[in-house]
Nanobody, 122 residues
Framework: QVQLVESGGGLVQAGDSLRLSCAAS????????IGWFRQTPGKERQSLAV???????YYDVAVKGRFTVSRDNRKNTVDLQMSSLEPEDTAVYYC????????????????WGQGTQVTVSS
C-alpha cells in the first residue's frame, strides 16, 4: 500500500499563490492515480484535480485555470500549484491515491494523506 504526506499549506492573502506537495511512498507509486481534494466543515469533500502516471489530468471546473497539478515520477511527488486564491479556497487539502481513474476522480480513493490546512484571508 502507499503512504501519502501533504505539505505546503499555510495562511495566505487573497490573490496569492501557494504550492502544495504530496509525497508518496511504500508501493509502486507510478501505478496510482493521485488526486487533490479539499473539505471544509459542513460541506462535502470536493475533487479538485487528478493526475495519471503518464501526465494525463482531470480538473474540476471550479478550479480549472487557477490550479495546476503536476507529477514527478522520479521523486514520487504530486504538486498542486494554486493561484489567485480566494477566501472560498480555505479548506483542508488532501491528496489521495487509487488504481482506478474513475475512483480517483470521484474521491473514492483507497489511500489518503492526513491533510494540510490552507487559509486564505481577505
Amino acid at each position: 500500500q502507499v503512504q501519502l504526506v501533504e505539505s505546503g499549506g499555510g495562511l495566505v492573502q487573497a490573490g496569492d499563490s501557494l504550492r502544495l506537495s504530496c509525497a508518496a511512498s511504500g508501493g509502486t507509486e507510478s501505478k496510482y492515480y493521485i488526486g487533490w481534494f479539499r473539505q471544509t466543515p459542513g460541506k462535502e469533500r470536493q475533487s479538485l484535480a487528478v493526475i495519471a502516471w503518464n501526465g494525463g489530468t482531470y480538473y474540476d471546473v471550479a478550479v480549472k485555470g487557477r490550479f495546476t497539478v503536476s507529477r514527478d515520477n522520479r521523486k514520487n511527488t504530486v504538486d498542486l500549484q494554486m493561484s489567485s486564491l480566494e477566501p472560498e479556497d480555505t479548506a483542508v487539502y488532501y491528496c489521495a491515491a487509487d488504481t482506478s481513474w474513475s475512483q480517483a476522480i470521484s474521491g473514492s480513493c483507497d489511500y489518503w494523506g492526513q491533510g494540510t490546512q490552507v487559509t486564505v484571508s481577505s
